[in-house]
């Protein structure tokens, strides 16, 4: 019923020549398909018109996120961009709530929730980022700490297609550190995201699409998959090269 997806966040990494290369690598690797995977590549603002203008080219099988939105339309909001200027460049997913952008930037849940509606009203899909400190779950509170993110987050969201809200569960502690959950870890998680996604959207939770991100790899990613609740990734270091990420998009074929 959910469709796989593995979704690439290049942070704020290649300038914007590598990106239109990799992206062309990208396209020359996946000009065959993806066998049912749907693909999401997220590279920094300034070089989204460029990877966009690849993927227009050469047909790739491949959607356009960006890395974060303001929820206003326009205005005096200096450095920040408005979903309007991502539709505009191709973006039809975004990226919100990344741990990088609560713990460097201070993004609030309040603020991902804004994001999330201002992006849907867009017709943007979010892919709202939730997860716990090591901290916090060496405090044994990372279900709860997770659980309580999820209800700030999806607040007075509306749903009307659930493939077009997507959440990635991130454990701050495994991302960017080599440092995996294992797959239980991630389902133990993931199960009660779902659950939660159900008292809130009710019969439309089955069709949101939860993904884990935390140094997933090609050598881990099919491990996550075999779990109920686990719909793909989110992919940060082993999506900065082709061969990697491509990888990973042919081990979630199913
Ligand atoms: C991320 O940034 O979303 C991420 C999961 O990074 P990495 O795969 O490098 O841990």
């Known amino acids: ?43 920094p603002a300034v070089d989204l018109k460029g990877v966009g203008a690849v993927i227009d080219q050469k047909a790739a099988p491949v959607a356009l996120g960006a890395q974060n939105v303001y929820w206003e339309e326009s ?31 201070g993004e609030t849940d309040e603020d991902v929730n804004r994001k999330a509606k ?4 867009h017709g943007i899909v979010p892919i709202s980022c939730c997860g716990e400190s090591l901290e916090t779950r060496e ?22 297609d659930p493939s077009k809200y997507v959440i990635a569960y991130e ?34 939770a089955e069709g949101i699409r939860i993904l884990y991100g935390g140094s997933a790899n090609p050598g881990n990613i099919a491990g996550f998959l075999e779990k109920q609740d686990i719909d793909g990734a989110l992919v940060g270091g082993a999506s ?12 979630s074929a199913e």
């Open 1 to 43: 019923m959910r469709k796989r997806m593995i979704a690439g966040n290049w942070k704020m990494n290649k300038t914007y020549s590598e990106a239109v290369v990799l992206a062309e690598e990208l396209a020359c690797a996946l000009a065959d398909g993806t066998k049912g995977v749907d693909v999401v590549v997220c590279p």
């Open 75 to 105: 205005g005096a909001y200096t450095g920040e961009t408005a979903p309007d200027m991502l539709t505009a460049v191709g973006a039809t997913y975004c990226i919100i709530g990344h741990s990088e952008r609560r713990g460097y930037f």
């Open 118 to 121: 201002a992006l849907m009203a």
């Open 139 to 160: 405090a044994g509170e990372h279900v709860a700490f997770v659980v309580n993110q999820i209800k700030a987050d999806t607040e007075g969201l509306e749903i009307t």
């Open 171 to 204: 454990p701050i502690w495994a991302i960017g550190t080599g440092k995996t959950a294992t797959a239980d870890d991630a389902q133990e998680v993931i199960g009660a995201i779902r659950e939660t996604l159900r008292e809130v959207f009710g019969e439309k």
């Open 240 to 251: 900065l090269k082709a061969e990697s990420f491509v990888a990973m998009i042919e081990s």
